[in-house]
């Protein structure tokens, strides 16, 4: 897979060993976390996140929600993994915003709160993988774009970093980095054998 002018670094993304000392960013620690979801965090929702919807390829109803700063200065658009939802990222959405970035999350086609594409609403369904690119696209262009922020990054997860990978291989040029956390790739190894990856990538550009 070539990603043009996005080298690949080995990453831990916020790593617990690393911040559980001296917690820098101020992230959520375990025994905050009854009180965050208690309270902090529905008044947090109610009080700054914007939900919308946009028609996708073939006219499918794709949900999102933008928290936006007062400036929309450094924002993130975060691309969550299968069967998830955009709700599940709220505590995530907390911590970042509270670094002061504005944050976009989408719901992909067939699952969270996007339409369905079967008529058993339980299994999730996509006609062709590059349907998710088309829709982050979209997402990209016409309700991100809009807010003209002066410098997005990519965070995906999962499903989404495959997601993220193919939409990276076609439009280098629409994030300044991003970080694919336990992206859902394949690695054929020896004797053809295919084996699944694990933790953390980076991708931001070269100056080169």
Do not use: C
């Amino acid at each position: 897979m070539k990603l043009n002018h996005l080298p690949l670094l080995a990453l831990t993304l916020f790593s617990a060993g690393a911040l559980a000392v001296t917690n820098p960013y101020q992230l959520t620690t375990e025994a905050e976390v009854p009180a965050l979801h208690q309270q902090t965090l529905p008044d947090f929702w109610r009080d700054h996140a914007v939900e919308g919807e946009f028609k996708g390829k073939d006219g499918v109803t794709i949900r999102y929600a933008a928290l936006r700063q007062a400036k929309v200065d450094r924002a993130i658009l975060l691309v969550n993994g299968r069967v998830e939802s955009y709700l599940k990222y709220q505590e995530l959405a907390w911590d970042l915003w509270r670094q002061g970035y504005s944050l976009y999350l989408i719901d992909h086609r067939g699952q969270g709160l996007s339409d369905r594409l079967l008529a058993d609403k339980e299994k999730g369904y996509v006609a062709d993988f590059d349907d998710y690119v088309l829709d982050l696209k979209q997402f990209h262009d016409d309700v991100i774009l809009a807010d003209k922020p002066v410098k997005l990054f990519l965070l995906a997860h999962s499903m989404g970093g495959a997601i993220a990978a193919h939409y990276l291989q076609q439009y280098p040029q629409d994030f300044k980095a991003a970080v694919l956390a336990s992206p859902m790739f394949g690695i054929r190894g020896g004797a053809g054998r295919l084996s699944r990856a694990s933790g953390s990538a980076s991708l931001s550009r070269s100056s080169s």
